[in-house]
């Protein structure tokens, strides 16, 4: 399974950015995504997940309401549609998926963990900055 991330850069604050995550090595329709972010100095925190259950999504309070994540399984892609972005949200975002069905139950009723997905992006810069 690879994932591989992209979309970061450079941006001012009020501005949007989107990610995007392709996914290879398994069906993307029958399991979660999620994307995280790590900024220096502090721990790998969960950002949004989608589980395959169509709908069932869960947002961190930090970004719930700016940061849709948005799935397009016909083309195994998974976005983060950042927007009002905050200098607080300088991070390094990864994307992540799991082949158990464990991962995909607990987003669907609100729950993320980095420990719970077994499979990584690259990670892909973002920075927020006037």
């Known amino acids: 399974v690879q994932l591989q991330a992209s979309g970061g850069g450079l941006v001012q604050p009020g501005r949007s950015l989107r990610l995007s995550c392709v996914v290879s090595g398994l069906m993307l329709e029958n399991h979660v995504v999620a994307w995280f972010r790590q900024a220096p100095g502090k721990e790998r925190e969960g950002v949004a997940c989608?589980?395959?259950?169509?709908?069932?999504?869960y947002y961190a309070d930090s970004v719930k309401g700016r940061f849709p994540i948005v799935r397009d399984d016909a083309k195994s892609t998974v976005y983060l549609q950042m927007n009002s972005l905050e200098p607080e949200d300088t991070a390094a975002y990864y994307c992540?998926?799991?082949?158990?069905?464990?991962?995909?139950?607990?987003?669907?009723?609100?729950?993320?963990?980095?420990?719970?997905?077994?499979?990584w992006g690259q990670g892909t810069l973002v920075t927020v900055s006037s």
């Open positions: 992540a998926t799991d082949h158990r069905q464990s991962a995909d139950y607990y987003c669907s009723v609100g729950r993320m963990q980095a420990e719970w997905y077994a499979y």
């Open positions: 989608a589980s395959s259950l169509p709908g069932r999504t």
